[in-house]
Nanobody, 131 residues
Framework: QLQLVESGGGLVQPGGSLRLSCTAS????????IGWFRQAPGKEREGVSC????????NYEDFVKGRFTISSDGAKSTVYLQMNNLKVEDTAVYYC????????????????????????WGQGTQVTVSS
């Protein structure tokens, strides 16, 4: 059973930066796709960015392109989400998730697939962007 733990959320002013971390309980090979999702109050959970287990492939939703960067450290079994130029509308609970669906299927629709395609979820970390 794969377990995921997020950290790094907090309160930041508009234009600021945060780095989220997602640490897995075991090494994530290319068997997995790791995605970051977010859910704002009253809204559905939406994909943000995703990365293949080896770190060789990445994808982003349009609304974070140029601002967010996803990366991984295989030795630490950790995936990062560097978030720059944060906006008030980025406020949400951010979740890390892992899927065993192949990369091509994941990115065929929305940039990082849909929640039903992900089998494992972390507990979430709150990101609040406010002045």
């Amino acid at each position: 059973q794969l377990q995921l733990v997020e950290s790094g959320g907090g309160l930041v002013q508009p234009g600021g930066s945060l780095r989220l971390s997602c640490t897995a309980s075991k090494f994530m090979s290319d068997r997995y796709v790791i995605g970051w999702f977010r859910q704002a109050p009253g809204k559905e959970r939406e994909g943000v960015s995703c990365i293949s287990g080896s770190g060789g492939r990445t994808n982003y939703e349009d609304f974070v392109k140029g601002r967010f960067t996803i990366s991984s450290d295989g030795a630490k079994s950790t995936v990062y989400l560097q978030m720059n130029n944060l906006k008030v509308e980025d406020t949400a609970v951010y979740y890390c998730a892992a899927s065993t669906v192949d990369w091509g299927t994941i990115v065929a629709g929305p940039a990082c697939g849909i929640t039903d395609e992900y089998d494992y979820w972390g507990q979430g970390t709150q990101v609040t962007v406010s002045s």
